[in-house]
């Protein structure tokens, strides 16, 4: 089946870098553009050029710096600032003018203090004008869903004919639900004139924690053009993310029927070097790249796992450019995950022995939460030592000694009295941990 191509428009350099703490320096912007290209991305909006020195300069060095994808930079709909953005994209093989102008009458009333028939013409008029230094240009409707529809088709039939190639919809305030903002993209298709001739693109903000959905949404009603942030930062709540996207699409290629230019083995990479450019961390339950997102603590789940990796996982770490699964050793794992853990370590046990270090593994879990490659070779050795000094002392052969676990003394004490880890140690770990 033919595939339709998405334009990935990647705003993290703008909006992203728009979110509290993740403001990058010129030298910082140069670092990750040349990952961003890497990645694949067809489109790096790379600032805001009338806004600082700063931001002129990233977007005239990106300009020069990467040479496959397009480099937007981001205009109002007024003269100074098209101006701006076109002298520091002249250098650029390929250069994107991206006006903005808000339409609500929210914006409109309250911000602009503007007529509708103003801002029609105010917009008209400074396409118009970027089209003279640039053929590639993208206009943004912002507050776009808030807008009453009939306005913003006039509005934007009008943008097309002064030249407009994209259309930009934002969902700026993230208001937007999935079936609302497809049928807003149905609309505009149906309504704007010269629409078959200019992209749709979707450009959501997270606020309600759908703008991944709303972003898919928008595809299934007819955009083809996203914009999205790497590890989803922006404005607020942030932006759509650019890595969960691209993965949806590609992991439910059965309902999505489209591709993008994305490397996903560069997703992991990408995000890492966002995350140390700005000092923000990831979430680490985030979809696709956060710490979490291969890590299996259910010993049902990590019992699945090793046995078949498909039986818990939807994507495989290295599709996304993670090196590989994490088994987390917890309470909640199973013998399974202990044994194959510790055959990694050099150890080879008998069932029998295994039951027995397991049982001194949940008490040492119960206490410390995850259990790491040292604390196993503790319990190794702790056994060792038990069954020398039993060895020695055969009389109290089959006690179980105090200094069992001198990581913690109080699960050492628990040795004895929790009948709840002598259950679990019977258990088959295909009937444990959900
Ligand atoms: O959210 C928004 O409306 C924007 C525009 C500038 C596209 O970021
Ligand atoms: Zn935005």
Redo the contacts with the bound molecule.
Sequence with gaps: MERARITVFD?TLR?GE?SPGCSMTVQEKLRLAPQLEKLGVDVIEAGFPIASDGDFEAVQSISKLVTRPIVAGLARACKPDIERAAQALKNARRSRIHVFLATSDIHLQYKLRMTRQQCLEQARDAVAFAKSFCQDIEFSPEDATRTDPEFLCELLSAVVSAGATTLNI?D?VGYTVPAEFGNLISTIRGKVKGIDKVVISA?C?NDLGVAVANTLAAIAAGARQV?CAINGI??RAG?AALEEIVMALKVRADQYPYETGIVTEELYTTSQMLSEITGVAVQPNKAIIGRNAFAHAAGIHQDGMLKNPLTYEIITPKTVGVPDSTLVLGKHSGRHALGQRYEKLGYHFDRRELDEIYRKFLLLADEIKTVHDHHLLELVRDRSKQSSEGDDAKNNQNQPSRKAFPANAKAANALSVNSMAEHHAEQEDHLWGV
């Design positions: 705003t909006d728009q934002p700026t450009h903000h914009e922006g404005e932006n």
